[in-house]
């Protein structure tokens, strides 16, 4: 391994899902289903576009998380940074696979967790949250989307 492997967590999950991969990119990149199971936000699928994405704030984070687009292919996959409140580095990394059956397996990796330089409570408050929100949330909202 190399430093920097060494030096930072990802966070890693797939979900098969029963829904085309046109659905779940839709759930992905539209701010009006983005709201509904992550956060609000004036995401646009567009390689170098800054954004955010907003929640409530609290007295340990003020509810912004700053992104830029990275990577954007259709129904393929989408990629951005992902900071904010003293998180920085870390990216998120959708990939949608066509299945057999007409659904979509969905993985999600948020890379850059840095422990060693004080990220490890975004690393477990992540973690938690990707799990409520994609494990839970996202699954009710594509299930409402025509």
Same mark, same amino acid.
């Given at each position: 391994?190399?430093?920097?492997?060494?030096?930072?967590?990802?966070?890693?999950?797939?979900?098969?899902?029963?829904?085309?991969?046109?659905?779940?990119?839709?759930?992905?990149?539209?701010?009006?289903?983005?709201?509904?199971?992550?956060?609000?936000?004036?995401?646009?699928?567009?390689?170098?576009?800054?954004?955010?994405?907003?929640?409530?704030?609290?007295?340990?984070?003020?509810?912004?998380?700053?992104?830029?687009?990275?990577?954007?292919?259709?129904?393929?996959?989408?990629?951005?940074?992902?900071?904010? @409140?003293?998180?920085?580095?870390?990216?998120?990394?959708?990939?949608?696979?066509?299945?057999?059956?007409? @659904?979509?397996?969905?993985?999600?990796?948020?890379?850059?967790?840095?422990?060693?330089?004080?990220?490890?409570?975004?690393?477990? @408050?992540?973690?938690?949250?990707?799990?409520?929100?994609?494990?839970?949330?996202?699954?009710?909202?594509?299930?409402?989307?025509?």
């Amino acid at each position: 391994m190399n430093d920097k492997a060494e030096d930072t967590q990802s966070i890693s999950m797939e979900l098969d899902l029963p829904h085309a991969p046109a659905k779940v990119w839709r759930a992905l990149t539209e701010p009006a289903l983005l709201v509904k199971w992550l956060m609000a936000t004036d995401m646009q699928p567009l390689v170098g576009k800054a954004f955010t994405f907003k929640a409530p704030s609290s007295p340990q984070w003020d509810g912004t998380v700053s992104c830029e687009m990275h990577e954007v292919e259709p129904h393929t996959r989408l990629r951005y940074s992902w900071g904010g @409140g003293g998180l920085d580095g870390t990216v998120v990394t959708w990939t949608l696979t066509p299945t057999k059956t007409g @659904g979509t397996l969905l993985r999600l990796e948020h890379s850059g967790f840095r422990l060693a330089k004080g990220q490890a409570r975004f690393f477990e @408050g992540a973690k938690m949250g990707w799990q409520w929100m994609a494990g839970q949330r996202l699954g009710q909202v594509l299930a409402e989307v025509p």
